[in-house]
């Protein structure tokens, strides 16, 4: 990220399984993130290999939380979709997504995320120590 000023960090392998093991490395970024000076989290899954404007084009959208779409593992469409009033999810197709910004109940899972300092200190602000 050329002009940006940032860290990059890898957690160490979580010894507990599947998604219990997700969501510990994840903690372990979030509270890495809010111990520093950082204004952002770009977080981007192992399995994740994002174009090198990723990062820029998320930051121009100048929201709280930009999320990249990415195709599911079978490669049958995409991790992407809207929350109905349900709780449902509604997987969208690429033809629908490409080139468009997307607003409201959208669901994109953890693949491709840009946090903003703030969403993360408004939950976790027992967390932050700076």
Known sequence: MEGVEHDVFVTP???????????EV????????????YDFLWLVELDVQVPPDSF???LTLNVDVACGYVRRHNGEGLILGFL???????YLPQNAVLG???????MAGTSCLLIRRRVLT????MLVTC
Not at 26 to 37: H, K, M, P, T, Y
Not at 84 to 90: A, I, P
């Open 122 to 125: 408004a939950v976790y602000p």
């Open 84 to 90: 109905d009033e349900k709780m449902r999810v509604w």
């Open 26 to 37: 994840q903690n372990i970024i979030v509270e890495r993130f809010l111990a520093g000076g």
């Open 56 to 58: 820029q084009k998320l």
């Open 13 to 23: 392998p979580s010894t507990l399984p599947s998604w219990a093991g997700l969501v």
């Open 100 to 106: 468009n910004v997307l607003s409201g109940w959208v």
